[in-house]
């Protein structure tokens, strides 16, 4: 018995709530028609993808990026119409923008808030920065529940709290009106995450100026630019250069820089596969309502969230696989999301695969 093995090692020095946790799953999607991660399926036409290419050419890898990322950051002012005079922070995927958020934000007594079910990424990020988590429920139709809101917003005085507008992985949006009482009441940050915002076209970029609390943040993975990894934090100078001090530098690569303010340069492409998938998000509605036994979420994302019959969650995402279809399984760990399963609007082929597959998986015995 050796108290000095790695294992004892480890033990003693990385910190429990460490230890607890376990690493983002990614499944392994080679070979499967890839519908679990809210990605855009449409691929750029070969001459958009040279013209790509050329715009690399002149990138000199041996230095260091432009630390401030300005052409980009004038382009995504200019896309998005951003409010001006506001302050823009650049994030190596909007993760890293949550995790900036978090690491200035913690200390003793400090909480991180968030709706539940939600995205995981709060609560993974609240822990790595030693921060206490409190997710207050939805309601059973997944919206907010804003007397909870309020009334666990008064008793924990959350540093942040993250509202996810449309809300992952329920697709839903909130309710505007309870929103911005939940803002005007939160003493710290409420961080309005619109990951979703091309296929939700509604925003609260309009009430940065009103609420000065409040900070938008965004993204281009779910646009159609995922690999890139590139998300923006919007809200009033003085709350972004702050942030900007946790900032690791260089954090936004050369390759990145360059690629994002081309992608941007032909963003009518961007806008014209949203459009398409906001389309087919209403076909797919549409035959997922027609199948009895699931039963869909209202989604303004591009993805579905959807139900089936007790205890069919695993059967049916395994049958699924079975066939080739990977998809999200948001069942196992019970609660509200039991049963529920989160498929990723895809190509017409795709979700026509998606739901044939569907309409022959063997449910019950
Ligand atoms: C996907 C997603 C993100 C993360 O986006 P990245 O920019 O790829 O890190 C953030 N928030 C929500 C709600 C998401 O669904």
């Given amino acids: 018995m050796s108290g000095n093995s790695v294992e004892e090692r480890v033990n003693r020095w990385i910190r429990p709530a460490i230890r607890e946790l376990s690493a983002y799953a990614v499944p392994n999607a080679e070979g499967f028609v890839k519908l679990d991660a809210m990605e855009n399926p449409w691929p750029w036409p070969g001459e958009l993808q040279d013209a790509w290419l050329d715009a690399l050419r002149h990138l000199r890898l041996n230095r260091y990026p432009d630390p401030r990322a300005t052409r980009l950051v004038s382009a995504l002012r200019e896309a998005m119409a951003l409010p001006q005079g506001s302050g823009v922070l650049l994030g190596n995927g909007s993760d890293e923008l949550i995790q900036m958020i978090a690491m200035a934000l913690a200390g003793p007594g400090r909480c991180v808030m968030a709706p539940e079910p939600g ?197 049916v995402f395994e049958q699924l696989l079975g066939r080739r279809i990977l998809i999200k399984n948001l069942g196992a760990a019970g609660g509200m999301l039991r049963d529920c399963l989160r498929v990723t609007v895809g190509m017409p082929e795709e979700n026509r695969l998606f739901v044939q597959a569907l309409k022959a998986v063997k449910i019950g015995s």
């Fill in 119 to 315: 995205f995981v990424m709060y609560r993974m990020i609240a822990t790595f920065v030693g921060m206490e988590y409190v997710g207050v429920p939805l309601r059973e139709n997944f919206g907010l529940d804003e007397a909870a809101m309020l009334e666990a917003i008064e008793r924990h005085r959350p540093a942040v709290i993250f509202l996810a507008y449309p809300n992952n992985p329920t697709g839903n949006l909130f309710d505007e009106g309870a929103m911005r009482r939940i803002i005007r009441a939160a003493p710290g940050l409420v961080v309005v995450d619109e990951a979703y915002h091309a296929f939700a076209e509604a925003s609260f970029l309009g009430d940065l100026e009103s609420h000065p609390n409040l900070l938008v943040m965004r993204t281009l993975s779910k646009l159609g630019l995922a690999g890139l990894r590139l998300g923006l934090l919007v809200g009033a100078e003085p709350w972004i250069r702050e942030f900007d001090k946790v900032r690791l530098p260089y954090n936004i690569n050369a390759l990145t820089q360059a690629s994002a303010e081309f992608a941007l340069r032909h963003r009518e492409r961007l806008e014209i596969q949203a459009a398409r998938i906001r389309a087919e998000r209403e076909r797919l509605m549409a035959e997922l309502e027609a199948i009895p036994w699931v039963k869909p979420c209202p989604s303004r994302a591009n993805f579905i969230l959807f139900r089936v019959p007790e205890g069919a969650g695993e059967p």
